[in-house]
């Protein structure tokens, strides 16, 4: 088959579509030629294998874009694959631009027309709201008040916390970008650290419990004697047993997160969050739904930014911190891609609604970092260890549907939160 991958960025409002297509012929060692037919409703590609010896019309790089039809009959022809669209918009037939094949992969650029009237001058639109965006996931919370549980590390199931335990009240911390005066959990003096958490100061009772995000923060002395002794001298809280990353110790409080811990209830061992549809790796989702619900707190606290900038922090020990500086693109970003287990000559694209980030890691302090934490549109939080190196290789992997020539820009990779 010529076609394994076919990704797309379809912007309606931009009038154009960005198509990325991996084939199974390497251009640059096979003698062959390409054909590209943009028609209105579909793209035809055709590839023309050569023998050694044999010649062709076709002259020069041999790479054409013609809006005629295919034709059946050609002898020559070796592959042909459609790739209809038309269910999601209708293509500008001769408007392909910015042609590039590397190796592998073909990239090009078309421009579209909508599919429910108008034309590329001229937008009809809608009073509803659309009917396919990205939608934050409903939280979940798997435990009660007054409900007997147990704190337990969710890697080797070591008991952390002392005995049996029953919260009084169960509130959520307030966003970053939120007055914080106006929480009345909280004191009335605070830091002016731009939306720095580590500024917050809060007051809570013994058996109160905050969350916020994908973690929570608890009264250490709930926690047992034995878990508590053991990281007395350390800033990072870890399992006693297993020595697995837990949380972070702050003050007489310790934020412990989601993906690294578990609650014992009713003979059942849970996550505390939950999400609808969650997958099997709570890393990852705890790490897309961190970057959702921020990204969805700027809009309210910063309605007229531009674009949301976010800086993850992992702190790895008392003197190491490594960064995650991520730059929000396009929230809304409409992505055509092929069905899976593709077994015949016409492609058949799904529809879905993705987050288009830049990213850049960063494992120490330096001007750049700080000149992020020192903004005041930028919101910064701490994220779990997992979280972050399972995050960057989730990014990585997100960023594989696209050709590797188009995976960075301006120092920062491309990526996307979940295709």
Known sequence: MLIDNVFMELRSRLRSCN????????????????????QSDCIVLNCYIEDFGSKR?????????????????????????YIP?????????????????DKNTVSFRILTEPKNGGNFYTELLTTG???????????????????????????????????CVKFDRILELPSANLDMTEWFCHGHS???????????VIKQNKLDFLYRL????????????????????REVYHCSRCLAWLGLKIKDTVRLYNSEVKVHNNEKEVHIFSYENQPDNVHVNDFIQTIESITEDFKIGFQYAVMCKIVLECTISAAKKQYLLIWIMDKELQVLKNKENVTNNKIELKSSFVTKILYKIELALNEEVEN?????????????????????????????????????SNGFHVSYLKI
């Open 190 to 200: 605070h830091g002016h650290g731009h939306g720095n958490e580590a500024d917050v």
């Open 57 to 81: 019309r076709d002259s020069l790089s041999s790479i054409e874009s013609l809006s005629d039809s295919y034709d059946e009959t050609d002898e020559e022809l070796d592959a042909s694959t």
């Open 19 to 38: 198509v990325y297509i991996t084939t199974g012929v390497d251009f640059t060692k096979e003698n062959c030629n390409l054909k590209i037919s943009i």
């Open 85 to 101: 669209i038309s269910e999601f918009c209708h293509i500008i037939p001769n408007s392909m631009s910015c042609l590039r094949i």
């Open 372 to 408: 992020w934490l020192t903004d005041p549109v930028v919101v910064n939080t701490e994220i779990s260890k997992n979280m972050f190196s399972e995050g960057i290789e989730h990014l990585q992997k997100m960023a594989s549907k696209v050709p590797e020539s188009f995976r960075n």
């Open 214 to 233: 994908t973690y929570f923060v608890i009264d250490r002395s709930i926690l047992s004697e034995k878990s508590n002794k053991f990281n007395s001298k």
């Open 129 to 163: 709201k659309p009917e396919n965006s990205v939608k934050k996931q409903n939280l979940k919370i798997n435990i009660k008040i007054s409900e007997e549980l147990k704190i337990v590390c969710s890697n080797c199931s070591n008991v952390l916390s002392d005995g």
